[in-house]
């Protein structure tokens, strides 16, 4: 459950852990009620409707009627929490969060990005600037530089939906400079073209070399495109087979990710290594390892490439292993170039067009992100891999592999996605393309467990150095605890949410893949009934949220840590209360 935007780089830094205020009072912001260094800039949220997120929207989405009782009951919880929260933090600048409940069978709920346009033409002087007229929206990336809320440029698709800001003329400054970071200073001062629509030039030779090489083919931008936080949290109906207090919860999860501005946060805040204690929790943020510490090299590798293991999942009765669907599925459009005549060329086209069409990263692609995630199970998934194998297999037994194209041939294979996970051993000795793949069908299972008993032995050293990795995931985590508090809801509701959420997706994992020290459900409940006696190790480095395993004993963890700052807090809201009847009622009726 998190904003749509994955981990991206790991960083050591200095420790930082113990900062304070001159008062005394910490601002380290997992520390419990740290709410006065929170984002305050206006344009970090997105105040926009529920149909224009559906229209921005990366994912297919079937939304509940805000008439729907559920879709009530989980935004009065919303406004609890956001009432907490004005009150720890009053200057609190970001609107309200709407529940956007959508129906969808997978145990999920998260904060999204929204794209905002400013409406100023940038006029691009200097430098290589282009002569001709032509145009481009000139666009922002995520932040990930310090001191600069967004990196950039990078140009984009002018079609793609955004919300036009109307903003005041005192106010564009204050968005520019969020925007364009140092690069405002070369900026002129924009001039007002209408009611609500600036003009300014921005001088190249003072942006800088990249921004030049950038940019140089346009003439100027009809606006600035940004990104956001949508004040709008998406959550699956899937979630409401929680108790009332655990899908709370999971709110507050998407609240600190929404509230923190994660989506935006620096990269040197989140990410670092840790080492966790072997019993307690510590009452503040953990503290980042240096480089030159060992463990800090071990966490550069477990987290890096050597760390990578392959976990496929497959689907009903395909012949093909996932291994080689995720290949074609990246390589399919350079196989035409392997065709010496017109029958195989027409062939390998039709499939790539297919595998087009699939787009592995596209949200909107029958298969998705398969065999990353499980396949959806609808007929249109159904019938697009059972075309896919069809069209591999005509394009492929027309491929012959002679000493004449041989080289080509292992190129091809080589350019799979694959050599960062395991190392693809191409049957060139086959006299096709196809015979070569039926060969690495075969070895498929035994290649991906050779790589993945590497990539664990790694774990298990990595799980005995009690090897820390805070995320913002693991922030989120920590910062509901604090908020389901305030709503005088037990501890327990968010601790025993993650066992949930772990039994909901075990079904659906890959059986082949037995990651160290990762405890299923069951385990992990008798683990907390007896009061988790042996230590548990974050266990998956791979993914940003951790085992959810570790996720409550965590904060289990976290309860100890903070007992003292949990019991003098006393809840202030009269309403909502948990209501069991009421729960069951919304349970089963899907409205």
């Known amino acids: 459950m998190r904003l749509t935007a994955s981990l991206s780089g790991l960083i050591v830094v200095a420790a930082l852990s113990n900062c304070k205020h001159q008062d005394g009072s910490s601002y380290i912001k997992h520390d419990f009620a740290a709410w006065d260094d929170m984002e305050d800039t206006p344009y970090t949220w997105a105040d926009i409707s529920a149909a224009d997120f559906m229209a921005q929207s990366r994912h297919p989405l079937t939304p509940y009627p805000n008439s729907s009782p559920r879709q ?8 609890a929490i956001h009432q907490e929260i004005k009150t720890l933090n009053p200057k609190l600048a970001a609107p309200e969060p709407k529940i956007f409940l959508v129906k969808n069978d997978e145990a999920n709920a998260y904060v999204s990005p929204a794209t905002a346009c400013l409406p100023i033409e940038i006029i691009y002087k200097g430098g290589q600037a282009s002569a001709n007229n032509s145009t481009n929206d ?6 990930i530089e310090p001191m600069q809320i967004y990196r950039g440029p990078r140009l984009e698709d002018t079609k793609a939906p955004c919300h036009t800001l109307n903003i005041a003329e005192n106010d564009l400054a204050i968005a520019l400079k969020m925007v ?6 070369c900026l002129s001062k924009p001039n007002k073209t209408s009611q609500m629509a600036y003009r300014a030039e921005l001088d190249l030779n003072c942006a800088g070399p990249i921004w030049t090489e950038r940019l140089s083919s346009f003439a100027r931008a009809p606006r600035v495109r940004f990104t956001q936080i949508a004040n709008q949290i998406v959550v699956h109906d899937k979630l409401f087979e929680m108790s009332e207090g655990q899908l709370v919860a999971v709110l507050a999860h998407e609240a600190g990710h929404y509230y923190r501005a994660h989506g935006l946060s620096h990269a040197r805040t989140y990410d670092f290594f840790y080492k966790l204690d072997e019993k307690h929790n510590i009452s503040s943020r953990p503290t980042p390892l240096t480089s030159d510490e060992e463990i800090s090299s071990l966490g550069i590798k477990v987290t890096g490439k050597d760390g990578r293991f392959l976990a496929l999942y497959g689907l009903p009765n395909q012949n093909w292993h996932s291994l080689i669907y995720l290949g074609i599925a990246v390589s399919a459009t350079s196989l035409p170039n392997l065709c010496s005549d017109a029958d195989c060329n027409t062939q390998c086209l039709d499939l790539a067009r297919h595998m087009q069409f699939a787009a592995i990263s596209a ?3 029958p298969l998705s992100s398969f065999p990353w995630t499980p396949a959806p199970k609808t007929n249109e998934a159904k019938a697009f ?18 000493a004449d194209n041989e080289l080509d041939v292992g190129a091809w294979f080589k350019n799979w996605p694959i050599p960062d996970q395991i190392e693809v051993r191409e049957p060139l000795a086959e006299k096709n393309i196809l015979n070569a793949l039926k060969k690495l069908n075969k070895q498929a299972d035994a290649m991906i467990n050779e790589r993945n008993s590497e990539v664990f032995a790694l ?11 805070y995320t913002a995931e693991q922030e989120a985590d920590e910062i509901s605890l604090e908020l389901i508090t305030r709503l005088g809801l037990p501890a327990k509701d968010a ?18 893949v037995s990651i160290p020290g990762k405890l299923n459900a069951a385990q992990c409940e008798a683990a907390l009934n007896k009061g988790f006696p042996e230590f548990i190790p974050i266990a998956d480095y791979s993914d940003s949220h951790h085992s959810s395993c570790f996720r409550a004993y965590n904060l289990w963890r976290e309860t100890k840590a903070h007992e003292g700052d949990m019991s003098k807090i006393t809840p202030q809201q009269s309403e909502p209360k ?3 009847a009421l729960w069951r009622r919304l349970q089963v009726n899907r409205t």
């Not at 009530?72 to 406004?79: H, K, V």
């Open 72 to 79: 009530q009951r989980l935004n009065a919880w919303m406004a």
């Open 138 to 143: 000139l666009v922002f990336s995520r932040l």
């Open 180 to 185: 364009f970071g140092e690069q405002y200073r």
């Open 363 to 365: 949200p909107n692609a």
């Open 385 to 402: 891999y059972q075309k896919f194998e069809q069209l591999l297999e005509s394009c492929a037994a027309k491929i012959p592999i002679t």
């Open 459 to 469: 774990y298990e050293k990595a799980n005995k150095a009690r090897l820390g990795l």
């Open 495 to 512: 601790i025993t949410g993650y066992i949930f959420l772990s039994r909901s997706t075990e079904s659906e994992r890959p059986k082949n």
């Open 578 to 580: 948990l209501d069991s």
